[in-house]
């Protein structure tokens, strides 16, 4: 399933009210817009609701305006990506600490220990290879999407509406000529020939992604 938040243009203006940072809103707006819906997914599908994951949002976009001025952007210290999704991951860990303890106490009058609470977490916890299985769908989904906006710009209509329909939605070839009104080697044309413009933006998203700064 694919999370999108239903609220995000007002999450986005909360997050650039709390930033504060004017002279750069469009930047931040941008910034936003290119990974606000991988955190929030992220969120979600390591079990939080929307609101959740909405307050997960908010909160690593906050963190990541806070630290991203003296960010001093190595390569040898790892990719932008694992960087960013330690920071959901982190954030997803305390919002879920602080919910248990608060539903323990009013539910059923508890204050578990430190100890306690941290096994019990630990066993709701998928683990660091699922997180990251996780974080690589999702940072993979973004990449897609952001190169096939960039192919359905550079391309015409009709040649990109055949190669999605064929390469990216995978529709027998007979569906696409039934559908298009096509021959079967216009199908394939489109698919070898727009399908060389979206692997170089495949390439470009990946690369500007992961250098964000």
Same mark, same amino acid.
């Given at each position: 399933?694919?999370?999108?938040?239903?609220?995000?243009?007002?999450?986005?203006?909360?997050?650039?009210?709390?930033?504060? +940072?004017?002279?750069?809103?469009?930047?931040?707006?941008?910034?936003?817009?290119?990974?606000?819906?991988?955190? *929030?997914?992220?969120?979600?599908?390591?079990?939080?609701?929307?609101?959740?994951?909405?307050? &997960?949002?908010?909160?690593?976009?906050?963190?990541?305006?806070?630290?991203?001025?003296?960010?001093?952007?190595?390569?040898?210290?790892?990719?932008?990506?694992?960087?960013?999704?330690?920071?959901?991951?982190?954030? @997803?860990?305390?919002?879920?600490?602080?919910?248990?303890?608060?539903?323990?106490?009013?539910?059923?009058?508890?204050?578990?220990?430190?100890?306690? =609470?941290? *096994?019990?977490?630990?066993?709701? +916890?998928?683990?660091?290879?699922?997180?990251?299985?996780?974080?690589?769908?999702?940072?993979?989904?973004?990449?897609? +999407?952001?190169?096939?906006?960039? =192919?359905?710009?550079?391309?015409?209509?009709?040649? *990109?509406?055949? *190669?999605?329909?064929?390469?990216?939605?995978?529709?027998?070839?007979?569906? @696409?000529?039934?559908?298009?009104?096509?021959?079967? +080697?216009? &199908?394939?044309?489109?698919?070898?020939?727009?399908?060389?413009?979206?692997?170089?933006? @495949?390439?470009?998203?990946?690369?500007?992604?992961?250098?964000?700064?």
């Amino acid at each position: 399933m694919k999370y999108r938040n239903p609220h995000m243009s007002e999450t986005r203006s909360s997050v650039l009210k709390k930033i504060r +940072d004017p002279e750069n809103n469009a930047a931040w707006e941008r910034f936003f817009d290119q990974y606000g819906n991988f955190i *929030f997914t992220l969120a979600r599908r390591n079990g939080l609701q929307e609101a959740d994951a909405d307050e &997960v949002l908010q909160s690593v976009m906050i963190e990541i305006a806070r630290k991203i001025r003296t960010f001093d952007y190595d390569r040898s210290k790892g990719k932008f990506r694992s960087w960013l999704g330690t920071c959901v991951s982190h954030r @997803v860990k305390d919002l879920l600490r602080a919910k248990y303890r608060t539903e323990s106490r009013e539910i059923h009058g508890l204050d578990r220990s430190e100890t306690q =609470t941290e *096994f019990i977490l630990r066993q709701a +916890d998928p683990g660091p290879d699922r997180f990251q299985e996780i974080a690589d769908e999702e940072w993979a989904a973004l990449v897609r +999407d952001r190169a096939l906006h960039a =192919t359905k710009a550079a391309v015409a209509p009709k040649q *990109f509406s055949l *190669f999605h329909a064929y390469a990216i939605e995978e529709w027998p070839v007979a569906k @696409v000529m039934k559908t298009y009104g096509v021959t079967r +080697d216009q &199908v394939y044309q489109a698919k070898r020939r727009v399908g060389k413009v979206f692997t170089a933006a @495949v390439q470009e998203a990946e690369r500007t992604l992961d250098r964000p700064l």
